[in-house]
């Protein structure tokens, strides 16, 4: 698995992106109480034997996980600095074929370095997601978070912001090819304006 190089516009472009707003839909009246109006004369109900109770529907055996993963703190703030230890079995799907690599996100910032915990947040995981796609080659990828790593890690990603900017080194420790790209915080807010 080679990296390729994914260009910086990419990664301003991700990060320059705004989340979707989700709107409110109107809930449907449901037919029996569609018109109620004392104009029209009120229907009798048919008297029908009771339904058989639905079969009680079982999360799956990942569907409470996903409970843990949005309760956990993404962020750590420790002496002073933020940063984030994560570990990711990512399903790489490409031309090549499906390759699964382990993971391991190292992100960090100091607190002192005038970027928010929620902007710490936002550009790290972009910039992770957008290595990530680099690594994909093109292809689709899937990840699934988990707590620790389960054997030797594939690939090691170390994200470092400041006050300049941030930088990301990826590193494949199959083959030892390494990745970096230093972007900028004007540069990057220069591109938003």
Not at 68 to 73: I, P, S, T, V, Y
Not at 133 to 161: F, L, N, R
Not at 165 to 186: P, Q, S
Request: glycine share 6%; aromatic share 6%; hydrophobic share 40%.
């Amino acid at each position: 698995m080679r990296f390729h190089l994914v260009p910086a516009a990419v990664v301003l472009a991700l990060v320059g992106q705004s989340s979707a707003v989700a709107q409110e839909k109107p809930v449907p009246t449901p037919p029996a109480a569609a018109d109620k109006s004392p104009a029209a004369p009120a229907k009798p109900e048919a008297s029908a034997p009771p339904a058989a109770a639905a079969p009680e529907k079982k999360p799956a055996a990942t569907g409470e996980k996903w409970r843990k993963e949005l309760a956990a703190d993404v962020v750590v703030v420790k002496d002073g600095k933020l940063s984030i230890d994560r570990y990711d079995i990512v399903k790489v799907d490409n031309e090549s074929g499906r390759t699964t690599l382990l993971v391991a996100l190292k992100a960090m910032c100091p607190g002192d370095a005038g970027v928010s915990r929620d902007n710490f947040v936002a550009y790290a995981i972009t910039a992770y997601m957008a290595f990530l796609t680099g690594v994909a080659e093109g292809g689709e990828y899937s990840t699934e978070t988990v707590d620790a790593p389960s054997g030797k890690i594939d690939v090691d990603v170390s994200i470092t912001m400041n006050r300049d900017g941030f930088l990301v080194e990826g590193k494949n420790n199959k083959t030892g090819e390494k990745f970096n790209e230093t972007t900028r915080w004007d540069e990057l807010f220069a591109t938003k304006n």
